[in-house]
């Protein structure tokens, strides 16, 4: 007899897992941005994580708090899986990275790589017009726009014609925050841009 073929873990959605080998691939991979023209909110992780190399989905390790708070502020009229994030464009929404390479940990990270992160960041934004651009992590965004002392909300400087807002950064390594003042931060700015909540519809 042929022996089962060995079943992969699935995630809550049913999508098969990253391997620890493909997770250990992953490494330094990119993965494609979630654009269109005159987007409401340009969301802009730190850089990929390895799961998220591995699938080619933002925000996809299993733990990271993107996808719920996206919904608890009140942007999706529903909690989106991250395979689903070609969605997000007809609801004004799109991601991106201050750093395309993926890594373990967002402090693998040069400085370098932040301030070129940042450059390219105004290049996009200036070719994609969108209104608001969201950096989600602040340290990130003190370091690549050389901000040193921004805090968390609307920020006094524009970037490219769009304004900006810097988001706590949703990773499950981030204990400073729970889901709920995560929803909370990401309906603060929903406000601010004028969209209404998505819940509600």
Known sequence: MTPDPVRRATDAAGHPRPTRAELAAAADRTIPDVLAPGLAVLFVGINP????AATGW???RPGNRFWPALHRGGFTPRQLHPSEQAELPALGLGITNMAARASARADELTTEELLDGARLLTATVARYRPRWVAVVGVTAYRI???????????QPESLAGARLWVLPNPSGLNAHFTPATLGTAFAELREATGLPDRRAT
């Open 49 to 52: 994580g390895l799961w998220s």
């Open 58 to 60: 933002h925000f996809a």
């Open 144 to 154: 690549g726009f050389g901000r040193p002392k921004a805090t968390f909300g609307p």
